[in-house]
């Protein structure tokens, strides 16, 4: 049996797996996504020597832009830990499917071809979920 199209198939979707895992959304070097940074959220300011962090409530703190070097805000919104455990746990399955399909021969029977390959994917994959962070320092604005 050719099991080429096996290999090319879990590669891609060991690639599309990866990409997940990769950061979902890139820096941006506008300085119009500062502006839209809510008065009550935390930001970290890297400098082009230093990094500071401001914590301030009760007055402001100017700094030139050609000073900053990025700017990062924190998101510390809803826990999205069971979505992506859920999301990694399919991702298993999807990944079993073709070794699942490699494996089956007529002596194998259903159980002996797949069982372990469904025992080992899928919660390998919920477990790679689970440590995709869902919140915490988001770069929203790089220097040129």
């Known amino acids: 049996m050719n099991h080429s199209k096996y290999v090319l198939f879990v590669a891609l979707i060991l690639s599309t797996f990866g990409a997940t895992l990769s950061p979902l959304r890139a820096a941006n070097s506008e300085w119009d ?4 940074l809510k008065p009550s959220q935390q930001i970290r300011v ?3 020597d230093e990094a500071v962090t401001l914590q301030q409530s009760a007055r402001e703190q100017t700094l030139a832009r050609k000073d900053i070097l ?3 805000a924190y998101s510390g919104g809803k826990n999205h830990r069971l979505r992506n455990i859920v999301i990694g746990a399919a991702m298993g399955a999807i ?4 070794v699942v399909l490699a494996n089956r021969n007529r002596y194998n029977s259903w159980w002996h071809s ?6 080992v994917f899928v919660p390998a994959g919920a ?3 689970a440590t995709i962070p869902t919140a915490g320092w988001h770069e929203v604005y790089r220097a040129h």
């Open 127 to 129: 477990g790679l979920g």
């Open 95 to 98: 990944l079993a499917t073709p």
């Open 70 to 72: 990025r700017v990062y």
């Open 46 to 48: 890297e400098l082009n």
């Open 114 to 119: 797949s069982a372990w390959v469904w025992l």
């Open 33 to 36: 996504d500062v502006a839209i």
